[in-house]
Nanobody
Framework: QVHLVESGGDSVQAGGSLRLSCAAS????????MGWFRQIPGKEREGIAS????????YYVDSVKGRFTISLDNAKKTLYLQMNDLKPEDTGMYYC???????????????????WGKGTLVTVSS
């Protein structure tokens, strides 16, 4: 069992920055991939960034490349998402997730048993 708690969501103006955090606890190891997902009301949840714990390899959806950075503090067991140059279309509920295997990391589509946090809200105004 893996328990995830997100924080850091806020309301910001376009061009601003935010750093989201996801505190992780429970039974997981370097064979897990962790990621950040975004959901807008009425739309499917979208994977935006992932990191494979074993190698540190990171993956991003095209819309956030160059603006967002995913990272992991192993000592604190905390996943981060640094978001710069935010745009109104970045508005949404942000979730972190963890699932076994590196296979899903590049696709940003977890499969199998997937653990989710409850989300944190990001609002970007123009």
């Amino acid at each position: 069992q893996v328990h995830l708690v997100e924080s850091g969501g806020d309301s910001v103006q376009a061009g601003g920055s935010l750093r989201l955090s996801c505190a992780a606890s429970g039974d997981f190891d370097v064979r897990y991939c962790m990621g950040w997902f975004r959901q807008i009301p009425g739309k499917e949840r979208e994977g935006i960034a992932s990191i494979y714990l074993g190698s540190g390899n990171t993956y991003y959806v095209d819309s956030v490349k160059g603006r967002f950075t995913i990272s992991l503090d192993n000592a604190k067991k905390t996943l981060y998402l640094q978001m710069n140059d935010l745009k109104p279309e970045d508005t949404g509920m942000y979730y972190c997730a963890a699932a076994y295997s590196e296979t899903w990391c590049p696709t940003l589509r977890p499969f199998g048993t997937t653990y989710w946090g409850k989300g944190t809200l990001v609002t970007v105004s123009s």
